[in-house]
């Protein structure tokens, strides 16, 4: 039976705060732990079925044009250049495949064959002897130097923000500059195809199953009903493997072709040519205010870029109409078709940038307006989501700041260029974090086995987030089980599908459909045990009903099956759901070298009701240190002249490392959100990043009196401002 | 990566011809991956005794196999060289460190990202195809001693100490000879490909210091984060006083050309003279005058600049009592 649940009300009482288990929300350790840290974890390029080849992608030499000829490799089994080849991963959630045709080049860096070869040594060394000939075109590879397209549904005016600039007692203007970003998962992306007659099974690294089904098949020309995908194990995603990427197309087209399983493993170059960039921005930020702090104008206009006829665009101001209140308002979201590789989503598209850069610009007008960058937050949050007038579901940033404020010491804050230690200015900031909160469709089924042990069963990733964890706690809590008396099973299309893995909405959709699929299961114990639902207690394998209580395997005569539903309903409309929370940072800031080093954050957090505080906590040290590398480091260097990344591999391309990161702190908010399903539970993977940079280069500002609005905050651009 | 034929080298002479010698690998196997290097034939020197540390002298005999990780523990170094041993441990990560060897970090190659990318013209990788980092992202170039044909730097650590220590390189080969290290990389003039003066049938076995000098040593690393990156500039210093007087300095600098740069003119400049603010300005004016940026690495004048005075002020004694 399936119990379906759509959310198009509150539920004030969540029944997971009447369970018996006591085990949801504790900091249960990564159940999948063991196999990974012991080798056992299998990944999409460590299966080894009979007969493996090893395939490995082509890439276009010129930004853009025609492939005229491929040539000949000695040494390999096959040059394919397929014609359903894809010039660019899928964005996530669609359900096409993206673009074909290999023969037209859009970027640098396009994959446009597959050379298979026994090897993988083989294979390289002929994919690198290639003779290809091409028609070279000139194309537009600066954002800046086009006219870009500005889409009248994503432009937005209410007021005149022009005359509130005027009339403004403090005002702020001011132009940022964030650069591409890339995803940088551990797990380079990879494939392993294998037919079986017109069956295909393909192993790879996914976010989301249902919707990659739908997009291999597509690009293939099969029925999805044709295809199995698997990703049991996802070495990190961050939005890299929302869609498909050349890697499954290739490998499925080359097993086919050559009747053999094939693999196909990116280098680390290639992932950073081949899976989405987060589009550099440019972002002007207008603000306007009364003499005591009061917003009467926001006006936020983003600069992106993709490439043209792809529908994704960095959604920049997405938190920017909710997150604090002004009469005066305008958005302004304008989009330049250039040919840099393509955009897609990367670690919290839209605020990561957007509200990073939204909260340096609020601690601009702080200062210009002589008021406590804390207070200015404070004096400006909204009870109503401005506009719209429709209520929050919960908010939760006042308490965020308050909390944080305490917490960190804010009150010891010195004002800027006021403390030297030694070499080093030492400064704090601050900065709001709020994310759109959503949820997805998601199916799962459960079983629960004679003995008494339970089987949870969706197409769910885990993408090292701790999707295992959660989801076995939630089934353990609602059917009364220990943890490790519940078997989660994952990353298998042929089960009930999920939301995946994205856009901070995997736990709460999946794990919702999971508590429904046992709360259909409790229904049916109560049925054999003979007593009301609601008088029945589950806990430690027992049931418990008035004052008699029995093994569970004793009541259980066969396996019980439940299905769970959830759809998404009326709350995503009738409230504004987002999480919120506030980052705090303490930098040291060298006043001879301009280097940075962050001594100290604490991000407070309100996710709604946490699933598993040491999975949690840790999806926030992520997000946090994610924070840190768009402040201080990440950078994707394009080439001016034909626009490749210059910085493509990881001593380039600089995430923050163990040196890098200090102490974190994560503090969680008591939080119970009605609208978002039983579990009062939203999502929270990329709520860390959202704002964390702004904290630190606010710091910076308080440490050494420089403002860098040219991300990332290297030593040149603090020296450029250092005043000696 | 191209087929290669591979020995194990078990004497000295047991070298074919033509092979690429290869020791802890840490940069050659990356450049035969993208197929920047191609050998035919790999010689793996690693069972070779070339791995001691000792007296020579009143100075010291550093094995060509000696690790980064051995060489920046040893208490000796650590006494007698501590400039060494600080710039060891400012490069790169603890694995690689555990892996790369004195000879073979000497012989390393540029980071310049141009030079790894088979598609750019780079004449360092195919002498005459052009230079693709002048006009190109080249913020992390040199601004001394380049020339039209190539702006890389040389990107190592260990070897901008050695300069200052003023140590030799000893090379084995048809005629075994000694090579200041001043004098082991080159700039790149028209010959960007020809790196070092190590011929290619020849060999080195040690890097030999003399003796022990002194004073305040001091390796000072800017980079863009605080693990594993490669210097923007960097300034190894070894400061003598004498009655508040500068008695001795020898500066070298990384990150900022071909070689680990030196200027003797900056340093009789400093000997001699009191410690000051102003006499730091004068010798970095006289170190900065032949620079020239490229657009992305125009900052590393000021940056050097500012480097060398904190540098100084430390090893002068300045910073203390500021």
Do not use: W
């Given at each position: 039976m399936t119990r379906h649940l759509k959310v198009?009300?509150?539920?004030?009482?969540?029944p997971l705060d009447h369970?018996?288990?006591?085990?949801?929300?504790?900091?249960?350790?990564?159940?999948?732990g063991p196999l990974k840290v012991t080798g056992?974890?299998?990944?999409?390029?460590e299966a080894r079925p009979d007969g493996l080849l090893y395939g490995v992608l082509v890439q276009a030499a010129?930004?853009?044009?025609?492939?005229?000829s491929i040539g000949d490799a000695p040494g390999a089994l096959a040059v394919i250049h397929d014609?359903?080849?894809?010039r660019y991963a899928a964005q996530g959630m669609a359900t096409e495949g993206p673009t074909?045709?290999?023969?037209?080049?859009?970027?640098?860096?396009?994959?446009?064959a597959v050379v298979v070869a026994e090897t993988f040594e083989a294979a390289q060394a002929a994919a690198q002897a290639l003779q290809i000939t091409y028609e070279a075109k000139d194309v537009p590879v600066?954002?800046?130097a086009v006219e870009p397209e500005r889409p009248e549904k994503k432009q937005s005016a209410t007021g005149d923000l022009d005359r509130a600039m005027q009339d403004a007692a403090h005002t702020l203007d001011q132009i940022w500059h964030t650069p591409s970003h890339t995803a940088?998962?551990?797990?380079?992306h990879a494939a392993i195809a294998e037919w079986s007659g017109d069956q295909l099974t393909v192993r790879a690294g996914y976010q989301m199953l249902a919707t990659s089904r739908e997009q291999l098949a597509d690009a293939l020309g099969?029925?999805?009903?044709q295809l199995r995908l698997l990703?049991?194990?996802?070495?990190?995603?961050?939005?890299?493997?929302?869609g498909i990427n050349a890697d499954s197309v290739a490998a499925a087209i080359a097993a086919h072709q050559l009747g053999r399983p094939v693999q196909v493993v990116m280098t680390r170059q290639q992932v950073f040519d081949l899976a989405h960039r987060r589009s550099e921005t440019r972002q002007r930020i207008r603000l306007a205010c009364t003499a005591?702090?009061?917003?009467?104008g926001i006006g936020h206009e983003a600069l992106v870029s993709n490439l043209?006829?792809?529908?994704?665009?960095?959604?920049?101001?997405?938190a920017t109409p909710f997150t604090y209140q002004a009469a005066h308002r305008q958005i302004v979201h304008a989009i330049a078709r250039i040919h840099r590789s393509c955009a897609g989503s990367v670690?919290?598209?839209?605020?990561?940038?957007g509200a990073t850069v939204f909260e340096c610009a609020m601690d601009e007008l702080a200062e210009t307006a002589d008021i406590d960058p804390v207070e200015l937050r404070l004096c400006n949050i909204?009870?109503?989501?401005?506009?719209?007038n429709r209520p929050f579901s919960s908010h939760k940033l006042a308490e965020a700041l308050r909390e944080g404020a305490s917490r960190f010491g804010w009150s010891d804050r010195r004002p800027t260029r006021q403390r030297l230690e030694g070499e080093w200015y030492i400064g704090m900031g601050v900065a709001s974090a709020v994310r759109v909160n959503s949820l997805i469709e998601s199916r799962a089924r459960v079983i629960l086995q004679a003995d008494g042990r339970a089987i949870v069963e969706t197409?769910?990733?885990?993408?090292?987030?701790g999707s295992y964890t959660i989801l076995g706690q939630i089934a353990a809590e609602t059917l009364g089980l220990?943890?490790?008396r519940v078997e989660v099973r994952l990353?298998?299309?042929?089960?009930p599908p999920a939301s995946g893995s994205?856009?901070?909405?995997?736990a709460a959709s999946s794990g919702t459909s999971v508590y429904l699929a046992c709360a259909e299961i409790r229904s049916q114990i109560a049925a054999l045990a003979g007593c009301d639902e609601a008088d029945l207690t589950l806990q430690n394998g027992q049931v418990r009903t008035g004052n008699v209580s029995r093994p569970l395997d004793a009541l259980l005569t066969a396996e019980l099956t439940g299905d769970g539903h959830l759809e998404p309903g009326k709350t995503e409309d009738t409230v504004r759901q987002a999480t919120w929370g506030s980052h705090w940072a303490e930098v040291a800031v060298n006043r001879w070298t301009g280097e940075v080093r962050v001594r100290r954050m604490l991000g407070v957090f309100a996710?709604?009701?946490?699933?598993?505080e040491k999975t949690a906590r840790s999806q926030c040290l992520g997000g946090m240190t994610f924070g840190l590398g768009m402040a201080l480091t990440e950078a994707m260097e394009?080439?001016?002249?034909?626009?490749?990344?210059?910085?493509?591999?990881l001593a380039e391309y600089h995430i923050p490392c163990h040196a890098d990161v200090p102490p974190l702190e994560v503090h969680f908010l008591s939080e119970s959100d009605?609208?978002?399903?039983?579990?009062h539970a939203k999502g929270l993977g990329e709520l860390g990043i959202c704002g964390a940079g702004a904290a630190i280069l606010n710091a910076i500002h308080n440490a050494c009196g420089v403002r860098v609005?040219?991300?990332?905050?290297?030593p040149d651009k603090i020296i450029a401002g250092l005043q000696d | 990566m191209k087929p290669f034929t591979y020995h194990r080298a078990q004497?000295?002479?047991d070298r074919p011809d033509g092979a690429t010698i290869i020791a802890g690998g840490t940069n050659l196997l990356d450049l035969m991956k993208h197929e920047v290097m191609t050998p035919e034939a790999l010689l793996d020197i690693?069972?070779?005794?070339?791995?001691r540390l000792e007296a020579q002298g009143e100075g010291l005999r550093i094995g060509a196999l000696v690790r980064n990780s051995d060489l920046a523990a040893d208490p000796v170094i650590r006494r007698d060289y501590p400039l060494l041993s600080r710039a060891l441990l400012a490069g790169a990560s603890g694995q690689l460190r555990n892996m790369a060897t004195t000879g073979g970090n000497l012989m390393q190659r540029t980071r310049c990202p141009y030079f790894y990318d088979r598609r750019m013209p780079c004449n360092k990788r195919e002498?005459?195809?052009?230079?693709?980092a002048i006009g190109g992202?080249?913020?992390?170039?040199?601004?001394?001693?380049?020339?039209p044909a190539c702006i890389a730097?040389?990107?190592?650590d260990m070897a901008v100490a050695l300069r200052a220590l003023d140590a030799e390189v000893e090379i084995d080969g048809p005629a075994p000879r000694r090579v200041p290290l001043s004098e082991f990389h080159r700039l790149?003039?028209?010959?960007?490909?020809?790196?070092?003066?190590?011929?290619?049938?020849e060999i080195i076995t040690a890097v030999l210091l003399p003796a022990p000098i002194g004073g305040q040593q001091l390796y000072r690393k800017v980079r863009?984060?605080?693990?594993y990156a490669f210097a923007l500039v960097s300034v190894a210093a070894i400061i003598g006083m004498e009655n508040n007087r500068i008695a001795h300095a020898a500066l070298a600098f990384g990150g900022v050309a071909a070689k680990p740069w030196r200027d003797a003119g900056a340093e009789a400049l400093l000997i001699g003279q009191p410690p000051s603010d102003a006499l730091f300005e004068q010798a970095a004016d006289l170190i900065l005058k032949p620079a020239k940026g490229y657009g992305g690495n125009d900052f590393k004048i000021p940056l050097l600049r500012r480097t060398l005075i904190a540098t100084l002020r430390d090893a002068t004694g300045m910073e203390a009592t500021a």
């Open positions: 198009d009300a509150p539920i004030p009482d969540s369970m018996a288990q006591g085990v949801l929300g504790k900091p249960v350790s990564r159940l999948e056992r974890a299998t990944y999409a390029a010129i930004p853009a044009g025609k492939v005229l014609p359903r080849l894809i074909a045709g290999p023969d037209q080049v859009e970027y640098m860096g396009q994959a446009i600066d954002p800046e940088a998962a551990m797990e380079p099969i029925r999805p009903d990703a049991p194990y996802v070495g990190g995603g961050f939005g890299s493997k929302l005591d702090g009061k917003l009467t043209p006829g792809v529908s994704f665009s960095e959604p920049v101001t997405q670690r919290a598209p839209g605020e990561a940038v909204p009870d109503t989501e401005p506009g719209t197409d769910m990733t885990d993408i090292g987030t220990a943890v490790d990353g298998d299309s042929d089960f994205g856009g901070s909405f995997g996710c709604g009701r946490v699933l598993n394009h080439d001016p002249r034909d626009g490749h990344i210059v910085t493509r591999d009605t609208y978002v399903g039983p579990l609005r040219e991300l990332p905050a290297t | 004497t000295l002479t690693t069972a070779l005794d070339l791995n002498p005459g195809s052009g230079c693709a992202i080249n913020r992390n170039h040199a601004i001394l001693g380049t020339s730097t040389y990107s190592g790149p003039g028209d010959t960007p490909d020809v790196e070092t003066a190590l011929r290619p049938d863009d984060r605080a693990s």
